[in-house]
């Protein structure tokens, strides 16, 4: 595996290997990204090749401090994407995909205004630029993201139908620990009573699912059902929004027998906010 941190050297790679899978991150890498790029593995064989950027991306924060604390851990991060199978990872300087005077941006103004994008203005935009330059600079055929972050995938597929970018965009399913609390950084900043509960968090949207797969389809009822289970928990949880929104429009969903819909949650458990999604049927 080898490590690239020019974009003249990424760009400047054979195109020959084909296909070219890429597996977008920021770092701080941990078994569901392993998942991610396994995945990607699988997708490239042994022909093609996997490529994993791994660049904490300084225009979708909105707050600096929260760049500033982001985990970096690139000695960690390269025995990850060894051991998941990648072939080169793409660590660039902020100053090198970032020209000082840039003057171009890439603005989403649909799907990014609710869910997570609703308290967070900006950040929609700055993850469309940071893929867009990747999917630029490394040519890929193929780009892996992970359905738990569901609204960043639908958006992404907007970006390359909006943008024509030929790249094909896989979503890979979330990956979870055996509670079934999806795999996140965050988990480990979880109090001990909290992290007992917090599985609750997928327990109660596939509830959800089983009452609509039993025919239960008003949205309301199916939405209740998730926030009066979480709420019953002894430990204290914030919903930050609970929806059931169309699976590419991200727009609200009555009933859902109309669209093909996606049930979505972010909820803090003490100050962790955590966020999940499951499909409807
Ligand atoms: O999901 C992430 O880790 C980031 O938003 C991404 C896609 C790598 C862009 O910086």
Avoid: W
Avoid at 181 to 194: D, E, F, I, P, V
């Amino acid at each position: 595996m080898k490590l690239i941190q020019s974009i003249e050297e990424m760009q400047n790679l054979p195109s020959l290997n084909t296909p070219r899978v890429l597996v977008p991150t920021m770092g701080a890498l941990h078994k569901g990204h392993s998942e991610l790029i396994k995945k990607a593995r699988e997708i490239a064989s042994d022909k093609g090749i996997v490529i994993v950027s791994v660049f904490a991306n300084p225009t979708q924060f909105d707050r600096q401090q929260d760049f500033d604390s982001y985990p970096k851990s690139l000695e960690k991060d390269l025995t990850v994407c060894e051991t998941a199978g990648a072939d080169f990872v793409f660590h660039p300087a902020a100053n090198e995909m970032y020209h000082e005077e840039r003057s171009i941006s890439v603005n989403e103004s649909a799907l990014s205004r609710s869910l997570c994008g609703a308290t967070r203005p900006g950040h929609f935009d700055g993850v469309c630029i940071v893929c867009t330059k990747f999917f630029n600079i490394t040519k890929a055929s193929h780009a892996v993201f992970g359905q738990k972050d569901f609204q960043q995938l639908a958006i992404i597929r907007r970006l390359v139908r909006d943008l024509n970018i030929a790249i094909k965009i896989i979503g890979a399913e979330t990956v979870r620990e055996p509670s079934g609390l999806a795999m996140s950084s965050r988990n480990l900043n979880l109090t001990s009573k909290n992290k007992e509960y917090a599985p609750s968090l997928f327990l109660s949207l596939n509830m959800a699912k089983q009452e609509n797969a039993y025919g239960v389809n008003d949205s309301q009822t199916l939405k209740a059902l998730v926030s009066n289970h979480l709420h019953s928990l002894p430990v204290e949880v914030k919903i930050d929004y609970l929806e059931i929104v169309d699976v590419e429009t991200l727009a609200p969903v009555k009933n859902t027998q109309d669209n093909p819909s996606v049930i979505a949650i972010a909820a803090f458990f003490g100050d962790v906010r955590l966020i999940d999604n499951l499909p409807l049927s």
